[in-house]
């Protein structure tokens, strides 16, 4: 069975390029994405990690932890490390964990529970390693997304994503479509419009069931 959101996220000890972790522990009270790849040393992953290497400012700012998984062991990560900031032009700081075993790929989901890598591998026996986990300081799963090996993935959206989550989290909304920081998000339908009026003071009603308002300060 799949994990579903607001379940609570598979807690593992594994090796990381940077030493041991367990992952609940890890985590604390940060939120947190963890985010795989199928091999080491190809060309679309490269460009991921690269991209989540320049964005090490935007994670911080939201009290995020970014960790990538990969089920090639430690000696290559410190390796490819190298190529990532080539493409990066920065440091790629965060650790990746070593999941040569597929304990963690398999926990989430990702492989079959049957899956081994067999001898001369390529990146198509562990395709389906390629996925992007938000979670929350609750250790709950709050996002997940699947992408096939030729689509490199969009962190500008995976960012926003986890903006529209922090904000709907800490103030009780929803957001809309494309919705960004800044812009207004929905109130529930839950809360009666005298409710509304108390939390959000003036608010549109676009329909019976569709109201936004700024989010409060």
């Known amino acids: 069975m799949s994990l579903r959101i607001n379940e609570v996220v598979p807690n593992f000890t594994a090796e990381t390029d940077q030493g ?8 604390g009270e940060s939120w947190a994405i963890l985010f795989s790849h199928p091999k080491d040393f190809t060309p679309v992953c490269t460009t991921e990690f690269g991209a989540v290497a320049q ?6 700012a939201r009290g995020t932890k ?14 490819w490390k190298g190529d990532i900031e080539i493409v990066a032009g920065t440091s790629a700081g965060f650790p990746i964990i070593a999941d040569e075993g597929l304990a963690v ?27 992007v986990f938000i979670i929350g300081p609750d250790k ?6 699947t992408y096939p090996m030729t689509v490199g993935r969009n962190f500008a959206e995976i960012l926003r994503a986890l903006d529209a989550l922090q904000t709907s989290a800490k103030h ?14 929905i109130i ?7 409710d509304a009026l108390a939390k959000f003071g003036e608010y549109e009603t676009v329909l019976p069931y569709l109201r936004k308002a700024q989010v409060p300060s």
Do not use: C
């Open 20 to 27: 041991t972790i367990q992952f609940h522990d890890w985590i």
């Open 55 to 60: 964005l090490s400012a935007e994670w911080e």
């Open 66 to 79: 970014v960790i990538g998984v990969s089920v090639d062991g430690v000696e290559d990560h410190k390796k």
């Open 105 to 131: 790929s398999k926990a989430f989901d990702m492989l079959p529970a049957e899956a081994y890598m067999p001898d001369g591998r390529t990146p198509a026996d562990s395709a389906t390693v390629r996925s």
């Open 140 to 145: 709950q799963l709050k996002l997940s997304m």
């Open 172 to 185: 009780s909304v929803a957001t809309p479509a494309n919705w960004e920081l800044g812009q207004d998000v």
């Open 188 to 194: 529930p339908a839950t809360v009666s419009n005298e």
